[in-house]
């Protein structure tokens, strides 16, 4: 029980957020929380001895971290808002474009820090965020200061293409963002207003996408943007598409598995200096990919893990993977409680690791007959158990489930660390000559090449995918308590065992030397 302490109280914390998310909490449902809490406490501390005192001990501090996750979400509510009293109304601002601008095909979306609202020779101070539709051209950058007119709008929800609505108002509240300008006229004030290693880094990843777009072409360039740095809209829709049918979609965007390959790489990379300095290199190559990426979701959780392996390496302490994970879901929702319910990447990310970690072991060993040449046992095992774990969010979010996922990820997954390393190569020796880049760009672009026509092939299949209709949320919550009871089942089998998933172990001993 005291080795799953922290796990619960994880847990308890994340509950908390989860219900805040959907149901108000008045301040007198926190004091009958409290109060209950507080009563078990006092009686199983004066009435209970041993396991039972434990028990009681456990269960308010599970209610006090579910309030304290519930307090959380409360405090990052939006109180007051100088935009929101203009609603409708055209307003002047000043601000700074805040974060890298999201270049689309007709339009450019801008995320502006605003300093100051001018409404009928009226002038208001704020700091709030607001997303502004600019035109592609002039091209603005991150760090630029800014004048923008325009009508001020509530963002509105919208139906997808699959007859979903989509939240579109929660989905920008986890930003920060709860007003928009859709038809601006904006005049540029000046450069350099940003944070000046943000700066510094954006600069430096779009010099390394010019260098390899030198020697690789369209769409190859696209696919090598989407694995390298996470660059959303690269490849166009129509591929977008295809790599969703036939189930890669996740190595398009910057996806944990991409980024443990950088982080691998790094460590490797700095694996000559000590210790100490090996890795906190690392740790601040992890860092500044992070922020070159724009620090989804997705990247940070798995730069957080990567830390913690970094951290664990340097006080030579066993790295716990499931630990880590909860560690790193903790951290995240701390800072950003809306990221659980209202942030689909972050959702599908903790939920594929949930299958990798807790899983991918049980069905490694049923698949004996998958040969383990190639990694392919593995590759199969992660593929079947991350996507039985993002299922039923998946089929609420997409409508559409691909039949041919785990034969698209067996014939292109073994391929991706060795693309990644021939672009990055083609990237960095293009900041020298293009001469010296392009061996390095023929051999990435054969591989994005294949890596484009498997897509191709894998979704263009009969079948490839087949649209499913939505999930009611207690069906949703109903298959994943059943998933966690399934786990917990395999988990309790193994007792008098190492309780340590596979993959935590090859994590902690590859890190042990």
């Not at 035109?135 to 919208?158: A, Q, S």
């Not at 010099?207 to 740095?229: K, M, N, Q």
């Not at 951290?311 to 066993?318: F, G, H």
């Not at 660390?417 to 010296?436: E, K, N, Q, R, Y």
């Amino acid at each position: 029980m005291r080795r799953n302490v922290f796990e619960m109280i994880v847990s308890a914390f994340l509950i908390g957020v989860f219900l805040r998310s959907f149901f108000e909490l008045s301040f007198y449902t926190i004091l009958f929380l409290f109060f209950l809490a507080c009563v078990f406490l006092a009686y199983g501390f004066f009435s209970k001895q041993g396991r039972e005192r434990r028990l009681f001990f456990l269960i308010p501090l599970f209610f006090l971290c579910a309030l304290l996750g519930a307090i959380r979400y409360e405090l990052s509510e939006p109180h007051s808002s100088v935009l929101g009293q203009f609603i409708g109304e055209t307003v002047i601002l000043e601000g700074t474009i805040s974060g890298e601008p999201d270049r689309r095909d007709t339009n450019t979306v801008l995320a502006v820090r605003v300093d100051v609202v001018q409404v009928n020779q009226q002038l208001l101070k704020t700091r709030e965020l607001i997303r502004i539709s600019a035109p592609i051209y002039p091209e603005f950058l991150y760090g630029d200061r800014i004048r923008v007119r325009g009508v001020v709008e509530k963002p509105e929800n919208f139906e997808t293409d699959s007859g979903r609505i989509f939240d579109y108002q929660s989905y920008l509240a986890k930003e920060g963002v709860y007003y928009q300008i859709s038809r601006p006229v904006i005049t540029f004030i000046e450069h350099g207003q940003g944070n000046p290693i943000a700066s510094y880094l954006f600069q430096f990843k779009h010099a390394l996408l010019a260098s390899s777009a030198r020697v690789i072409p369209d769409p190859e360039h696209g696919l090598l943007a989407g694995l390298l740095f996470g660059e959303k809209h690269s490849i166009g829709d129509d591929f977008s598409e295809l790599f969703r049918k036939s189930g890669l979609v996740h190595i398009v965007v910057l996806s944990g598995f991409n980024l443990t390959i950088v982080a691998y790489a790094l460590m490797y990379l700095f694996s000559f200096l000590p210790r100490t300095l090996s890795v906190g290199a690392g740790g601040l190559g992890i860092l500044a990919f992070t922020i070159m990426t724009g620090a989804s979701a997705t990247a940070v959780r798995a730069a957080l893990m990567a830390g913690i392996a970094l951290l664990a390496k340097v006080t030579a302490r066993a790295y716990r993977i499931k630990r880590a994970l909860f560690l790193a879901a903790l951290s995240m929702i701390l800072y950003n409680p809306k990221l659980l319910v209202f942030d689909p990447s972050f959702q599908l990310s903790f939920l594929a690791t949930i299958g990798l970690v807790y899983f991918s072991p049980f069905v490694e060993k049923k698949i004996c007959f998958v040969p383990e040449r190639f990694g392919l046992r593995e590759i199969v095992a992660a593929t079947l158990s991350t996507q039985l774990f993002v299922l039923p969010l998946l089929i609420n979010l997409s409508g559409t489930v691909s039949l041919i996922g785990i034969f698209a990820n067996i014939a292109v997954l073994p391929m991706i660390p060795i693309t990644m390393f021939f672009g990055a190569l083609a990237s960095f020796a293009g900041l020298l000559h293009t001469v010296l880049a392009t061996p390095f760009g023929y051999a990435a672009y054969f591989l994005l090449h294949y890596e484009i026509l498997a897509a191709e092939f894998f979704g263009n299949l009969p079948l490839a995918a087949v649209s499913v209709p939505s999930l009611p949320t207690w069906v949703i919550v109903l298959s994943y308590l059943a998933l966690g009871a399934f786990i917990y089942r395999l988990y309790r089998k193994k007792e008098g065992r190492s309780t340590l998933p596979l993959p935590a172990r090859n994590f902690s001993q590859s890190h042990s030397n």
